[in-house]
């Protein structure tokens, strides 16, 4: 399966931005979708993520309140809803599959897309 991730920008601070993570193939109910960000020169960090059968979500405690999880289980994609964006949120956006609820750890990951730039301006 291939992730490609998308609706990555330029917004200012404030503002919203969705972004998309489509999957080549199905998504099992037994899979985890989750999304990182890597900041310019940081480490790649855990934003959110969702168990596919049961729509359960987990937030990173910087994002909690301004950003949403979701997903479309007909189209295999999935979503971030970005609200009230920092300067502090720009960051390459990647999405990833997992088998494990909730999962922080990136080396727990098995299948990853591309990665979408968000770029937010102050």
């Known amino acids: 399966v291939q992730l490609q991730a998308s609706g990555g920008g330029l917004v200012q601070a404030g503002e919203s931005l969705r972004l998309s993570c489509s999957a080549s193939?199905?998504?099992?109910?037994?899979?985890?979708m989750s999304w990182f960000r890597q900041a310019p020169g940081k480490d790649r960090e855990f934003v959110a993520t969702i168990r596919w059968n049961s729509e359960r979500t987990y937030y990173a405690d910087s994002v909690k309140g301004r950003f949403t999880i979701s997903k479309n289980g007909a189209e295999n994609t999935v979503y971030l809803q970005m609200s009230a964006l920092k300067p502090e949120d720009t960051a390459v956006y990647y999405c990833?599959?997992?088998?494990?609820?909730?999962?922080?750890?990136?080396?727990?990951?098995?299948?990853w897309g591309q990665g979408t730039l968000v770029t937010v301006s102050s």
């Open positions: 193939g199905r998504i099992y109910s037994s899979h985890v």
């Open positions: 990833a599959r997992t088998n494990d609820f909730p999962e922080t750890r990136e080396n727990r990951y098995f299948n």
